[in-house]
């Protein structure tokens, strides 16, 4: 590239969009430093991309960001923007960005955030750069999106409560947990906890879902009471959200009306979002932090900047969004043939 040609960023522009992650307050916290290093100005908006289209903004210095990096939620605040999906918020968000004479934008957040940055990308002419940031770690071309450590970490933590009184009362949990419609927390926590099963989107889809659900209900029902003959003493299956029609309750009172089973069922819900960022997390937050800056001065556009085998990496904005990148094959193998069939004749 010949840097000759490459023009100079004098104003940054930043914003945190979609579901709030631990992390993105040490993400802010990189490229407000990071900026500074390098004499830009950087210039917060408030509640995602409604602060484009509404216009509210403040500068951001080195002071605002000090003691955040531990801090869950964001200090920009987050908001989904329906109103990105229009051509008018799309010419607000481009009017703010021209009369604030922004050379560039970074955007904290997951598929529809980036989803938003890409149309504004085709409508205004400066830089724009995605950071990765949801627990839901459903972002393609990164290893780990910023929050989902956090996330998994503090599911584990609650299920091995759980476990506690799970095992105290021999009694069956049947816990739900985020993460839309990807299986990356359900199936990590689901193993990290021991969980006598899994039911995520990568081990349960079926073309019918109500014939789907009933199969598995009767193995399901099965199991359970193999493991109960077996005294095994609790037992804790895993839901992914929205995998299930009703989720996690319905699927305690089918199992009660089959096979007179009696399940709690647990849902963690917006718990799993909010927290003090573990380490990863805010390391990752703050390698990405800078990385996008430096990206920025070296003349990019319309990529992510991600983490790859432990390096920085560019990821055109459109791949990034594709939902390929599944939960990893070999934990779905270890799973399902065998810590789940083992966790079946455990006594
Ligand atoms: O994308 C993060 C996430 O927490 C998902 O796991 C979940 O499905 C969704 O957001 C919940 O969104 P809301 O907080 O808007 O209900």
New binding site residues.
């Given amino acids: 590239m010949n840097t000759n040609n490459i023009k100079p960023v004098k104003r940054i522009a930043i914003l945190t969009s ?2 709030d ?1 631990p992390g993105m307050n040490a993400a802010i916290r990189a490229i407000v430093i990071a900026a500074q290093h390098y004499q830009i100005a950087v210039i917060g908006f408030y509640a995602g991309f409604n602060g484009l289209i509404d216009y509210v903004s403040m500068p951001l210095g080195v002071k605002d960001v000090a003691n955040i990096i531990h801090k869950g939620g964001t200090i920009l605040k987050s908001a ?1 923007c329906p109103a990105m999906k229009t051509s008018l918020g799309i010419a607000q968000a481009t009017s703010t960005l021209l009369k604030e004479k922004i050379d560039a934008l970074i955007v904290i957040g ?1 598929d529809g955030s980036f989803a938003g940055s890409l149309a504004l990308h085709k409508q205004w002419s400066g830089q724009v750069i995605g950071i990765p940031a ?3 770690n ?1 972002i393609d071309g990164t290893d780990f999106t910023i929050g989902f450590s956090t996330a998994i970490n503090t599911a584990i933590e609650a299920i091995d409560k759980i476990r506690d009184t799970a095992e105290a009362f021999e009694r069956i949990f049947i816990v739900e947990l ?3 419609n990807s299986g990356h ?1 359900t199936f990590n926590v689901g193993v990290a906890c021991a969980a006598e099963q899994v039911i995520s989107f990568e081990n349960f889809a079926a073309n019918n879902q109500a014939t789907g659900e009933q199969e598995k209900l009767l193995t399901l029902a099965k199991e359970i009471k193999l493991a109960q003959a077996n005294r095994h003493a609790s037992y804790i299956i895993v839901i992914a ?2 995998v299930w029609q009703g989720g996690a309750s319905v699927l305690a009172q089918q199992l009660q009306a089959l096979a007179n089973i009696d399940c709690t069922a647990c849902i963690l819900g ?1 718990i ?2 909010g927290g003090s960022p573990v380490a990863k997390d805010r390391i990752l937050a703050t390698k990405l932090g800078v990385g996008a800056v430096q990206s920025l001065i070296a003349g990019k556009s319309n990529i992510m900047i991600a983490e790859q085998n432990n390096a920085i990496a560019d990821v055109a904005l459109p791949t990034a969004i594709m939902h390929q990148q599944g939960v990893s094959e070999s934990l779905i193998q270890a799973q399902e043939n065998i810590l789940a069939l083992t966790a079946q004749r455990l006594c």
């Fill in positions: 979609g579901g992650a989904r997951g949801t627990i839901d459903d985020m993460g839309r927390i959200e929205n917006h799993q979002r």
